[in-house]
């Protein structure tokens, strides 16, 4: 038969509508540009950027390797002896022999961690929360989720790709949580869905008081650690250990690749609900389980953290040091109740502007906040500490962002808050 020929020219007609996104986002001063860092090992926080002109030394100021574990000898020789024992892959997914000795180890690690029973180790954080929301939507009946507003990506994408109800409650108000619990019959399936710490603004979860209401309205809770694990708590469980409230909470989930330096994520709960998403959750059934070298370095890692509380100490103090330094000179850096230190700027070419300035005349590398990520007009620098930030670090950092602010007329001693 005759094929007539497409009176549309085919590859431009679909290339000009990704180039009109592209250009939107950079009209919107939010497009991003990666930097290609060479972080070389027992550096950190050094680095350097490479650069079309040349090598450029940095101190990194956005690094979620929060305590610097990706470079700690301890866990790599772990990575180094465990690829000379196994090789690099794992050869299929969980269930199909892709199951090693580190990924069993790992697990059990984790559940003790957690003081729970069982825990199942995913490809990253994100799709632990995918994975896990997965399998809460289909066993639970007509569950209603009960999401905080600042809820990160992976949790809403998890949430939403159930297709079941959730309600919308105003961040860590536990009192609008308590007026959207009370709409549902207490015979309802529901889960409760937040973090412990939020990482763009800092903010900590009323986890007490969470976990007050899911016991009167007889709902699940799941919180998210991603960005307290291995950096609170006694051992690194998080903030619910912090608090010493691991049996009141229902699910856990946290990610291997901040604090712990490596790449992965997880789930930790009772053995019913871990084994239901082990064997419902169709991304993690269907995915070529992480590599156990990771595993291995992970396993290694988990078990540094927990014995070494010293490191977290000092982790907190280097934050606490850094939010005086910049409030004392009227910088606006939120005061938030944890170790991320958000700097506010509020516009988006400003802050890439002030970013740029930082790295270009002071080689201090923080990568500007925009939208999605943060909502527009809520621009920030987010300045992440670790351990291994000297005091002559923070000195640096602290009077470049000073300059920077003084050249680029930026409002000193803003009103940003936690609440915003
Ligand atoms: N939850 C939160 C709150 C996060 O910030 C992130 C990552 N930024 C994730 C989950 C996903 O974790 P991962 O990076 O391990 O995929």
Request: proline share 4%.
């Amino acid at each position: 038969s005759e094929t007539k020929k497409c009176p549309i020219e085919h590859s431009q007609f679909y290339n000009n509508q990704f180039k009109g996104v592209i250009q939107q986002i950079k009209d919107e001063g939010r497009y991003r540009e990666f930097k290609s860092l060479l972080r070389t090992n027992g550096e950190f926080p050094r680095a350097i950027n490479k650069t079309p002109t040349g090598d450029q030394p940095i101190t990194l100021w956005c690094s979620n390797d929060y305590l610097g574990m990706s470079q700690n000898p301890m866990v790599t020789q772990a990575t180094k002896n465990a690829i000379d024992l196994t090789g690099i892959g794992a050869g299929g997914t969980r269930n199909i022999g892709g199951t090693s000795i580190y990924h069993v180890e790992l697990e059990r690690e984790l559940a003790d961690l957690h003081r729970k029973d069982s825990a199942l180790v995913m490809n990253s954080g994100y799709v632990a929360n995918m994975a896990t929301l997965d399998t809460l939507g289909k066993v639970l009946k007509d569950v209603t989720f009960l999401s905080d507003a600042k809820n990160h990506a992976s949790l809403i994408e998890g949430m939403r790709a159930t297709k079941r109800d959730r309600l919308i409650f105003k961040h860590n108000d536990y009192q609008d949580l308590e007026q959207k619990l009370k709409q549902l019959d207490i015979q309802q399936n529901k889960v409760i869905v937040f973090e412990s710490v939020y990482s763009m603004n800092g903010t900590v979860a009323p986890i007490q008081q969470f976990i007050n209401l899911a016991k009167k309205y007889n709902a699940l809770t799941l919180i998210d650690e991603v960005h307290a694990v291995g950096m609170y708590g006694e051992r690194g469980a998080g903030v619910t250990e912090k608090l010493g409230l691991q049996k009141d909470i229902d699910i856990v989930t946290g990610t291997l690749g901040k604090a712990f330096g490596c790449s992965g994520g997880y789930v930790s709960a009772n053995s019913e609900i871990v084994d239901a998403v082990r064997s419902t959750a169709s991304n993690f059934i269907f995915s070529t389980s992480m590599s156990p070298i990771i595993a291995a370095a992970c396993l290694e890692s988990v078990k540094y953290l927990k014995s070494h509380p010293e490191i977290r100490e000092r982790h907190q103090y280097v934050a606490s040091l850094i939010k005086a330094k910049l409030k004392s000179k009227g910088i606006p850096a939120l005061n938030s109740a944890s170790h991320i230190v958000p700097v506010f700027i509020g516009d988006p070419l400003l802050c890439k502007e002030a970013s740029e300035k930082l790295l270009n005349e002071y080689n201090i590398y923080i990568q500007p906040i925009n939208y999605p990520t943060v909502p527009r007009g809520q621009e920030i620098l987010r300045i992440s500490p670790t351990p291994l930030h000297t005091e002559e670090m923070i000195d640096e950092l602290v009077n470049s962002i000073e300059c920077v602010f003084k050249s680029l007329n930026l409002k000193l001693e803003s009103q940003y808050t936690a609440e915003q």
